[in-house]
């Protein structure tokens, strides 16, 4: 995951040398427990909203 945000930026990278983005929005697992959470939607927001509050404040959009 942590690599991703690399992966979006320089598509044509391979895996291998992609970057980790510290200032990145990071998941708080993998994509197997995320879909998990996610069918909960409840439980989704109550994960996410507060992360995504805090990033978006973090970036001065809030």
């Known amino acids: 995951m942590q690599r991703h945000s690399d992966h979006h930026a320089h598509a044509?990278?391979?895996y291998q040398i992609l970057r980790h983005m510290a200032a990145a929005p990071q998941l708080p697992a993998g994509y197997a427990a995320l879909v998990?959470?996610?069918l909960?939607?409840?439980l989704w927001r109550r994960v996410m909203d507060p992360r995504v509050a805090a990033w978006r404040a973090q970036?001065?959009?809030a």
């Open 36 to 38: 998990l959470l996610a």
């Open 40 to 42: 909960v939607p409840p």
């Open 12 to 14: 044509a990278r391979r």
């Open 59 to 61: 970036q001065g959009l």
